[in-house]
């Protein structure tokens, strides 16, 4: 499995705006490609010097490969609509994550 991981600084004055639409329109448009199997939305606990409030949004995909065909028929369509209302507004850098394992705890039996 892979991540897709989207880190944002939105400017303070924005920043309702921009959640509201990340929340009822961006995150649905990302899981709409079919290219992702769910999102995972944080806020990052972080004073920036910039200002601002930092999120990381955290889409998991099933390979590479599946990530790849996002980059090419989706991200520079999805990528225009967030300039388009938020130009200038905030910074955003993606990284991509490999997972190379997970661990639950799950409870002790009595």
């Not at 200002?51 to 520079?76: C, F, H, I, M, R």
């Not at 639950?104 to 039996?109: F, Q, R, S």
Request: net charge negative; proline share 3%.
């Amino acid at each position: 499995m892979y991540i897709y991981n989207v880190t944002i600084n939105v400017e303070e004055e924005v920043h309702d705006k921009w959640l509201s639409w990340m929340k009822e329109t961006h995150i649905p448009d990302m899981l709409a490609t079919g290219k992702f199997t769910g999102a995972k939305m944080c806020k990052v606990i972080i004073e920036e010097e910039m200002g601002g409030v930092t999120y990381s949004v955290q889409y998991s995909t099933p390979n590479k490969e599946t990530l790849d065909v996002y980059y090419k028929d989706d991200a520079d369509k999805l990528r225009q609509e967030a300039n388009k209302l938020f130009a200038g507004k905030f910074v955003a850098f993606r990284t991509e994550l490999e997972v190379i394992g997970e661990a639950v705890l799950t409870p002790a039996k009595k």
